[in-house]
């Protein structure tokens, strides 16, 4: 049985931002190396990931984007259970490279 709030999560932030001035690159720039400090990883162009280990430390994160999105743009985010990330079906039109495996996980009872 899991505890509400101690279900480990999957934060997914999608974002469009403009690039069509320096100033807007800057912030581009600095949002991107934001989400990187805070852990996030590239699932795609514009699309970064991050494992939580509660919706608590989730909600922590959230919060952190929202405090960083620049003044023009739109960031979206969805959070979604470990079960439900991996049933996520990932297709190449070429083989590319093998999509990183999830992080082991450490469960306390």
């Not at 979206?76 to 990330?85: A, K, N, P, Y």
């Not at 079906?89 to 469960?107: D, T, V, Y």
């Amino acid at each position: 049985m899991q505890l509400s709030g101690y279900r480990s999560m999957w934060v997914v932030t999608m974002f469009d931002l403009p690039t069509d001035t320096k100033e807007s690159r800057r912030d581009y720039a600095h949002f991107r190396k934001m989400l990187l400090e805070d852990g996030f990883t590239q699932t795609q162009y514009s699309i970064y990931s991050r494992h939580c280990a509660s919706e608590e430390n989730a909600a922590v994160h959230i919060q952190r984007v929202e405090r960083n999105v620049p003044p023009d743009g739109e960031v979206r985010i969805l959070t979604v259970t470990d079960r439900q990330f991996e049933r996520m079906r990932i297709f190449w039109g070429k083989m590319r490279m093998s999509p990183s495996e999830a992080p082991q996980q450490l469960e306390l009872f």
